[in-house]
């Protein structure tokens, strides 16, 4: 079983709104990603948790906050986002970092 | 600097037909090399890689690619096209060693499948 699921399929927020993207896997997975996707785009990474971890932020601006409660579960905290925020929000898993990356379906976000 | 290139920004192939979609990457060793495929609206999924061994690997949906080394290459291929692998394709390479594994990615290749 190879799957990532990420709750909730769509979200719609305004600039001033908080909310959060789940992220869950059950592989016993100890590496979990987010990534942020554009479309027609590659997947633009975001943060790396290594044995729930943060081991890796690419410059992510503060609005974006990630959390690792435990080892399957991954979240990703939003808050005061802008309109260029909108994407596709996408976990991934690997058994540790650098193997091979297992993707959720995604988060499609639209921020107004 | 580390890249990959998908010369091909999109294709267009007759169901049935024969399909090879190009994968050059540039780096400083022998990496870990993926295919990922993405219908649209949809997430990742992974249809083969790349670690070791034997050059020509097998993946799934009747994909295989081949790794040459000396070519910096890594294409796919499928030898008859169905109209349901119409999507994006993303070709991504990985150290196989090291702290910062990250993926680098090529652009994607988008392929479109006529009846």
């Known amino acids: 079983d190879t799957e990532v699921t990420q709750t909730p399929k769509h979200l719609v927020m305004g600039m001033t709104n908080k909310k959060s993207l789940k992220c869950e896997q059950h592989?016993?997975?100890?590496?979990m990603y987010w990534y942020k996707q554009k479309a027609k785009k590659p997947p633009e990474l975001m943060f790396v948790y290594s044995y729930e971890k943060l081991s890796i932020n690419e410059s992510v601006p503060s609005r974006f906050s990630p959390e690792c409660p435990n080892s399957s579960l991954l979240n990703l905290h939003l808050h005061a986002l802008q309109p260029e925020d909108s994407a596709l929000y996408l976990c991934?898993?690997?058994?540790?970092?650098?193997?091979?990356?297992?993707f959720g379906p995604g988060t499609r976000l639209l921020v107004l | 600097a580390q890249s990959v290139t998908q010369p091909d920004i999109h294709i267009t192939v007759s169901e049935g037909a024969s399909l090879e979609l190009r994968c050059n990457y540039s780096?400083?060793?022998?990496?870990?090399l993926f295919w990922y495929v993405q219908s649209p609206g949809q997430g990742l999924q992974l249809l083969l890689k790349y670690f070791s061994g034997d050059t020509l690997v097998q993946g799934i949906k009747g994909f295989e690619a081949e790794f040459k080394r000396s070519q910096s290459s890594f294409n796919l291929r499928k030898p008859s096209v169905h109209w349901s692998d119409a999507a994006e394709y993303f070709c991504a390479v990985g150290p196989n060693a090291g702290n910062n594994r990250k993926l680098i990615w090529g652009l994607g290749t988008s392929l479109a499948v006529n009846p």
């Open positions: 592989m016993g997975h100890r590496a």
């Open positions: 780096y400083g060793a022998t990496p870990y």
């Open positions: 991934a898993s690997s058994q540790v970092p650098g193997e091979t990356q297992y």
